[in-house]
């Protein structure tokens, strides 16, 4: 079984510009989340899509954006990029109602902004 | 406002010895704690978790200790192996009706010599 897959690997883009990444879930995973780690932090919660919908967020400014497809697919924007959001971005899935916690992650999109 | 700590940036273990790792939370309401281990160029990946209704999970050479007075957890990894070198987040959850959102702590990078 497919785990869950991100791209692209690595983008380089300059500052001002936007930024779009992509994440496809486990299979039968309605939930996706949305980390930032920047070179040296843990991780940083940016957003939860669950059924389509943006569910939660965390303390980061509007212009990171995303959305959750119907096939449960989901992208992060990121527009007028700053060097400070240059950090390797990890998609992570689950099931919507288990109780335990645990995320399924990806293997990250390193951003980095010039 | 940091709510789950970390405070040892690093840990240095021979091998065959026991690895403790720390972690400290100041939010009560924490439901599941978990552990994260991440290697160089890969996502996190989930090695073991606990209820806040317990205090022990054991799972092979990792067994996870939950002091809830303290609001203090631990993993500890005996015997050590070269191949545990590896980042290891602590991490917690509010449970499900939060989306099962996990907080992480900055992580420990734990260096099993051989």
């Known amino acids: 079984e497919a785990g869950v897959t991100q791209s692209p690997t690595h983008l380089i883009k300059t500052r001002g510009q936007q930024a779009t990444l992509r994440c496809s879930p486990i299979?039968?995973?309605?939930?996706v989340y949305w980390y930032q780690q920047a070179l040296g932090l843990g991780l940083q919660f940016l957003l939860w899509y669950d059924e389509g919908e943006e569910r939660n967020r965390g303390n980061f400014p509007p212009r990171f954006s995303g959305r959750q497809f119907p096939n449960y697919s989901s992208e992060l924007n990121v527009n007028a990029l700053e060097l400070e959001d240059s950090a390797l971005y990890l998609c992570?899935?689950?099931?919507?109602?288990?109780?335990?916690?645990?995320?399924?992650f990806g293997e990250g999109s390193r951003l980095t902004v010039l | 406002d940091q709510q789950v700590k970390q405070n040892s940036p690093s840990l240095s273990v021979q091998e065959g010895r026991i690895s403790i790792l720390n972690c400290d939370y100041t939010n009560s309401m924490f439901d599941y704690f978990l552990w994260y281990k991440k290697y160089p160029a890969e996502g996190p990946t989930f090695l073991i978790s606990i209820s806040s209704i317990k205090d022990k999970n054991e799972d092979g050479r990792f067994t996870v200790f939950l002091n809830k007075s303290a609001k203090h957890l631990s993993l500890h990894i005996v015997p050590s192996q070269p191949g545990d070198s590896a980042v290891y987040f602590c991490a917690a959850s509010l449970g499900p009706e939060y989306g099962n959102k996990l907080v992480f702590g900055a992580g420990t990078i734990l260096r099993v010599k051989s």
């Open positions: 299979s039968g995973h309605t939930s």
């Open positions: 992570a899935s689950s099931f919507s109602l288990r109780n335990t916690g645990e995320l399924f």
